[in-house]
């Protein structure tokens, strides 16, 4: 009893800081978050540090209350690879968005559509304007999401986000590059008829309120589940054993077309302490922590069998492997959730030794910060799109050492290095003048010392290293 009484404290503790911390964004967001040109909010910046402090939260209450969800609890390597797409997706974006959509092809841009195409201009005082926006851009994001699980070329990004075996407030941040690219296409309908600011911080918001479904902690929020999406119903759409529940801010999309399960439907509930019937993943499991090969893997297999089949004569089995995703056939067909064993569940857990967790922590923590800092606040450069390639760069090392490939280790005393000369020697780089001289000179320091403790003890932090790989004079 003493068990449950916690949970559900700790469930509402969750969902309280959840609510602050929307609430904390709209005030934030207007006063630091604002484009000087344009005048736009960008709330999902703003959103970020609310998002892990969250996050830090969430484990905070899953250690206290040692939560029985197998599923939900945090592993390091899973998450930090989760925080690392989220980084790198919202990069692309930001170098993407400032500079390929705004110069090359304005002609696909919201605002150009609204200027030249709008069939029926609504008013962007009315209430009414905003309401309608909000249902169109939910609505256009279950047709969207549900087509990258049932089109593989789709499913090729969209299945980073659900690449994870666990399911906790980090894996909303595992992102796809390719994903946002195509979803930014559904703009359109919205462009004929609503003005681009309505629609922007509606689309912002509809993206930062699918944050806080991700999570083992909340359960059931009462009357909320027949209308909104909530972590009941995410959890569902993030077994790998089905195809189901794609709305973003309402579930309702998917009770109109067929394509809804309710998580207290399983056939066979589990057994165990473990409070969770739902298998998180994707199928088959990809073992590795790294963004790079998440991003890439899925796309190498579907073309690899395309093409193949394409050499064979069999040209409707080479369009299969393009169009026909894993979601395709079971989107609307009976589903139910059967419950699994614990350790059924994860199919991949993180080897890595303590000291690697400790370097790898402390480096990611120092590149976001200055990622963030660096995309948020400083003008789009040539300088800024070197760093964000720089910072891509890092973050692949990174989760290559956390796959324990022992070419890592090489990588990663070159990288320190480069790092290391570039605050050294580049001073007087646009980014670099604003940095003061003394942070310049510690971040040398840490550079040099990461880089001799990676020469000297190689085997501590990735220890599939062999003393063969050094080869001696």
Request: charged share 10%; net charge neutral.
């Amino acid at each position: 009893m003493a068990s449950t009484l916690s949970n559900r404290i700790a469930s509402a503790v969750m969902f309280a800081s959840t609510i602050g911390a929307g609430v904390a964004v709209t005030i934030v967001g207007p006063r630091y978050f604002v484009d000087s040109k344009t005048g736009d909010v960008d709330y999902i910046s703003a959103a970020v540090p609310f998002f892990i402090l969250l996050i830090f939260i969430e484990l905070a209450l899953l250690v206290a209350t040692r939560f029985p969800s197998v599923g939900g609890q945090h592993v390091f390597a899973d998450s930090w690879s989760s925080l690392a797409s989220g980084t790198v997706q919202r990069m692309c974006i930001m170098m993407f968005s400032k500079t390929f959509i705004k110069t090359a092809v304005p002609s696909i841009t919201y605002p150009w559509i609204w200027d030249n195409y709008a069939l029926f201009r609504c008013s962007y005082d009315s209430p009414w304007t905003w309401l309608a926006t909000i249902l169109l851009v939910d609505f256009a994001y279950y047709w969207t999401h549900r087509a990258g699980h049932q089109v593989s070329l789709l499913w090729a990004g969209h299945s980073v986000h659900h690449s994870s075996e666990h399911y906790n407030l980090t894996t909303a941040l595992r992102q796809s590059v390719w994903q946002h690219m195509y979803e930014s296409f559904s703009f359109v309908p919205a462009a004929l008829f609503f003005p681009p600011k309505v629609y922007f911080v509606m689309l912002s918001w509809n993206t930062i309120y699918q944050f806080w479904v991700h999570t083992c902690l909340i359960r059931r929020v009462g009357v909320f589940e027949y209308v909104l999406m909530t972590p009941s119903h995410h959890r569902v759409h993030h077994d790998r054993r089905v195809h189901k529940n794609y709305g973003g801010l309402l579930i309702i999309w998917d009770k109109l077309f067929g394509t809804f399960l309710d998580e207290d439907q399983p056939a066979n509930v589990n057994t165990t302490a473990d409070v969770d019937v739902c298998a998180f993943g994707i199928m088959p499991v990809l073992a590795t922590w790294s963004d790079a090969v998440l991003q890439l893997t899925l796309w190498q297999s579907m073309l690899s069998k395309s093409f193949s089949s394409l050499l064979q004569g069999n040209m409707r089995a080479a369009l299969s492997s393009l169009f026909i995703g894993p979601g395709y056939y079971t989107t609307t067909a009976p589903r139910t959730l059967v419950g699994m064993q614990p350790a059924s569940r994860l199919r991949h857990t993180d080897t890595s030794p303590l000291l690697l967790k400790v370097y790898v922590g402390l480096h990611f923590t120092a590149l976001v910060t200055a990622a963030f800092a660096a995309f948020v606040f400083a003008p789009i450069t040539t300088e800024l799109l070197v760093f964000g390639v720089a910072i891509i760069a890092s973050l692949t090392i990174q989760g290559f050492m956390l796959d324990q490939r022992p070419f890592s280790v090489v990588l990663e005393v070159a990288r320190c290095l480069a790092i290391a000369a570039a605050c050294k020697f580049c001073t007087n780089s646009i980014l670099l003048q604003a940095v003061p001289a003394s942070l310049l000179d510690a971040s040398v320091i840490l550079f040099m010392v990461s880089a001799l403790s990676c020469i000297v003890f190689p085997s501590n932090l990735v220890t599939t290293w062999k003393s063969e790989h050094v080869k001696t004079p």
